[in-house]
């Protein structure tokens, strides 16, 4: 998954108009920014896997579920760009 596919994040199908309240587009873009090349793709794999589990899960109520899964992958998102910022990495030889 690239970046310009975040817009899925969007939670519902495109009608041309994208709501600013809906769309992480721009901050899982701007936070992916923040991280090392080479972990950017893996954490935007994570996060896809973890909000398309959250999109399936039964026992969420089917409105909530847009909410919850926008919430726990971008606190998950957050987390990540703690952990692996480069001030935070051990200093390579």
């Known amino acids: 998954m690239d970046i310009d596919s975040a ?6 199908e495109y009608d041309g108009y994208e709501s600013p309240r809906l769309s992480d587009r721009e901050f899982i ?3 992916l920014q923040k991280l090392p090349h080479w972990t950017r793709a893996k954490v935007l794999a994570k996060y896809s896997i ?10 969420i109520d089917s409105g909530r579920r847009l909410n919850v899964a926008r919430n726990i992958c971008n606190t998950r998102l957050r987390a990540a760009i703690e ?11």
């Open 7 to 12: 817009s899925f994040y969007r939670g519902d």
């Open 29 to 31: 873009t701007e936070q």
């Open 50 to 59: 973890t909000y398309e589990d959250i999109l399936k899960d039964a026992t």
């Open 83 to 93: 952990n692996l910022t480069t001030d935070n990495l051990p200093p390579s030889s």
